[in-house]
């Protein structure tokens, strides 16, 4: 909630100045507006190099396929000076429904009631397989990083700051899952009622992940590497 103070600055800012024998009534149909800065601009002969992320594939079934239907254009708050417009940084495919269904199909044929391949695969295996990943994302830190700052207009140490934390975040997970596994509580057997039994971790379904704008990178890659390798 706002405070009287913080209201009335707010206030302040926005009203017209109208003459203090403006009636209650004139007041009304004043229409009030907060100030906006002005949109960075670009040129491209003063850089710097503006990313193109080439998002015109689909991955379905753990293969990467060519789109060739519509695409959506993703653009920057930045403003290119050529066009006066959003700078245009990429595409991404504007997937129709019988496309989406096969990949939401691919992922169910996967799971299988959780006997596919990834949730009967052992833990040692699906955590080289998301260190793999991982391994893979730090090679491409520099291009991701621009695209960061490009796309919601981060500065570059915040743009740095997200993909190192979530480099951080995934190896710091993988560390204690090992250490889990050998040293803590899945690594041994356990008497309940009589019984023998063992902890173990694994996948429990499909899920579908959406990540927030302000932390694109950081909220996806944080929850897929919980939510894989566990």
């Known amino acids: 909630r706002l405070s009287n103070f913080t209201t009335a600055c707010l206030f302040a800012m926005c009203k017209p100045e109208l003459g203090d024998q403006c009636s209650d009534i004139a007041m009304e149909d004043v229409q009030y507006t907060f ?3 002005t949109p960075p ?3 491209k002969e003063e850089g710097p190099p503006k990313p193109h992320v080439a998002g015109n594939v689909v991955f379905i079934n753990g293969k990467t396929e060519p789109w060739e239907g519509k695409t959506t254009a993703v653009t920057s708050p930045i403003i290119d000076a050529e066009t006066g417009e959003r700078a ?5 495919a504007a997937m129709d429904e019988a496309t989406a269904l096969r990949a939401l199909d691919g992922a169910v044929n996967a799971w299988d009631k959780g006997q596919g391949a990834w949730p009967q695969m052992s833990l040692k295996s699906r955590i080289a397989a998301i260190e793999a990943v991982v391994n893979d994302l730090k090679a491409r830190r520099s291009e991701i990083v621009s695209v960061l700052m490009w796309e919601i207009c981060k500065n570059a140490e915040d743009a740095a700051k997200e ?4 480099m951080e975040y995934a190896t710091a997970s993988i560390a204690e899952l090992k250490r ?3 040293h803590g509580y899945l690594s041994s057997w356990t008497t309940v009622s009589g019984f023998a039994a063992r902890v173990r971790r694994g996948p429990l379904g499909v899920v579908l992940f959406l990540a927030p704008f302000n932390y694109p990178l950081n909220e996806m890659y944080a ?4 939510k894989s390798v566990v």
């Open 180 to 182: 889990e596994s050998e």
């Open 163 to 166: 993909f190192d934390r979530t």
């Open 35 to 37: 100030p906006t800065a």
């Open 223 to 226: 929850m897929l590497d919980r």
């Open 41 to 43: 601009m670009w040129k």
């Open 88 to 92: 245009v940084i990429g595409e991404l």
